[in-house]
């Protein structure tokens, strides 16, 4: 299905006075018709059935007149044939039979900018209720930038980890043609498919840096991680989005994760294990920091021969300064006040 975009309809302004101009003539003629037929005149007959029928019947062309606000489209359809889209702003006539269509009117996303608003809830809500005025309003397209919410979902990462993450979609409409026939409803196509490549993406990667683990399908072992790599995640998941939902006629401009953890059956566990990671860092940091310490204290003493020690000696030298150096309290030196030997 191909857009057909409608611009240059934008009389409605002038159609309007004109059929305001038609409702008085259709009164006066009525009146002018209602007085030759008392005067006896069969010509007022002439004037009298269009004056009344057009009063009867003069509201229906006014059914044409729409009004298109800026970044709003209407789909138009006549007797089941699409017509045109209404895209640009203005005050239009079309054909007061043409009825506007928009399969997902009723559809509220928990997005910023939809056309009905959100009422937070869910991540997708189908309202019903609503009155036939909201109703009529509801048939136009937003062509707004809006951004999807969905709920957040739990994923099994590629070590089989349970994580809970959420994205953001900014996404718009760009060709309402597709995006009122090729789907059911967009709205929902397009909540599902969110959900599906976040889905296949998160599924590549592990949590945090793991070894040989291949993120990027090229069989070399990298780096990639939920956590370290969210900008690359984020563009392989917009990426995943916009394939799917191309054919529906919406552009993705971006995504993002908005939230990302463990899920609370295994957080205990894995901030247990960062903690013990952490811990082992920490030590062997401190490990290397001794031992040059050390290696700088014999290298000075032998240097400068301010003691010559044997190995013994050494070894128990290098021993105390290993323990009052990586120790977690502090040293309680005892004094030797008699000779070295």
């Given amino acids: 299905m191909k857009e057909k975009v409608l611009s240059t309809r934008k009389n409605g302004m002038a159609m309007m006075f004109l ?16 007085m030759a037929m008392d005067g006896g005149n069969p010509l007022g007959a002439v004037l009298l059935v269009p004056g009344i029928g057009w009063l009867v019947l003069g509201w229906i062309p006014f059914c044409g007149l729409k009004v298109i606000g800026p970044q709003e489209a209407l789909v138009l359809t006549l007797f089941g044939k699409y017509v045109g889209t209404l895209k640009d702003a203005g005050f239009y006539w079309v054909n007061p039979f043409c009825s506007g269509v928009n399969p997902a009117a009723k559809t509220k996303l928990k997005q910023s900018g939809d056309v009905d608003g959100g009422d937070g809830r869910s991540a997708l809500v189908i309202s019903a209720g609503d009155s036939g005025s909201a109703q009529t309003a ?25 994580v809970e993450i959420g994205i953001a979609v900014m996404w718009r409409v760009v060709d309402t043609a597709k995006a009122v026939f090729e789907v059911d409803n967009y709205k929902e196509y ?28 090229d069989g070399i072992a990298d780096e990639g991680s939920l956590r370290g790599s969210s900008e690359i995640v984020a563009a392989r998941i917009r990426d995943e989005i ?19 953890a463990y899920a609370p059956e295994i957080a205990a566990v894995m ?63 005892v004094v030797n006040s008699g000779s070295l030997y």
């Fill in 19 to 34: 059929f305001i101009l038609l409702y008085l003539a259709a009164v006066l003629c009525v009146i002018a018709g209602g």
């Fill in 271 to 333: 901030l247990q294990r960062q903690q013990a990671s952490a811990i082992i860092d920490a030590r062997k940091m401190i490990v290397d920091g001794a031992v040059g310490m050390v290696e700088m204290a014999l290298e000075q003493l032998s240097k400068n021969h301010v003691v010559e020690l044997d190995e013994e000696r050494k070894a128990a030298m290098v021993s105390n300064l290993l323990v009052v150096l990586c120790g977690n309290r502090d040293a309680q030196p």
């Fill in 138 to 162: 509801s048939k136009k397209i937003s062509l707004k930038i809006m951004t999807l919410n969905n709920n957040r979902q739990k994923i099994n990462d590629c070590l089989g980890n349970p």
């Fill in 242 to 260: 916009q394939e799917k939902v191309k054919e529906a006629g919406l552009e993705i401009l971006e995504a993002r994760i908005t939230y990302l």
């Fill in 190 to 217: 397009l909540s599902l498919q969110c959900d599906s490549a976040l889905r296949n993406i998160v599924r590549l990667y592990p949590y945090d840096v793991a070894p040989n683990v291949d993120t990027t399908g």
